[in-house]
């Protein structure tokens, strides 16, 4: 979800209203959760290929603390949403979600009927064609399917 998405979804709730957060595994993180920072992750690596990348997240934090009568508003969030914008130039950056679970884990996020849900997110190889990963050796969501009936290859 971009920053944009998020934004719009949180302006379609009253200025009062507690956003909700849902994750990934159906549970509902509490009402009382803190956003503890909203900030701009650069990335600058070199993949296993040896291209030369840089990326630009937005990372927001989500936090539990024993003070269960706190509520974050709309109308709060979306002040922190803006105020970072403004300090750190964020654009229209995909934005990540940090919640803690058996250690800190991170999301993407989608916005749902009741707020926003938690989404998984995976690794995979970004240069697979450098270091040696066979087409079929690839997750099945990642192989690349062959469109065009070459002669001898069968799909004719």
């Not at 900030?39 to 040896?50: A, F, P």
């Not at 934005?95 to 996020?109: K, N, R, S």
């Not at 697979?128 to 997750?139: M, R, V």
């Amino acid at each position: 979800m971009k920053i944009s998405q998020f934004k719009s979804a949180l302006q379609l709730a009253k200025p009062t209203d507690n956003p909700q957060f849902l994750q990934s595994n159906g549970v509902p993180v509490s009402a009382h959760y803190h956003i503890t920072e909203i900030g701009l992750i650069l990335k600058n690596y070199v993949d296993c290929g040896g291209v030369v990348r840089q990326e630009r997240k937005a990372s927001m934090q989500l936090w539990l603390a024993n003070d269960t009568n706190h509520r974050l508003s709309t109308e709060k969030l979306l002040d922190i949403i803006e105020k970072s914008e403004q300090l750190f130039g964020l654009k229209d950056e995909e934005l990540e979600v940090e919640f803690q679970g058996q250690t800190i884990e991170t999301y993407g996020m989608s916005a749902q009927d009741f707020g926003f849900q938690f989404t998984t997110k995976k690794t995979t190889c970004l240069a697979p064609d450098h270091c040696g990963i066979s087409n079929e050796q690839l997750p099945l969501e990642m192989q690349k399917k062959n469109t065009a009936c070459t002669p001898n290859s069968g799909c004719c």
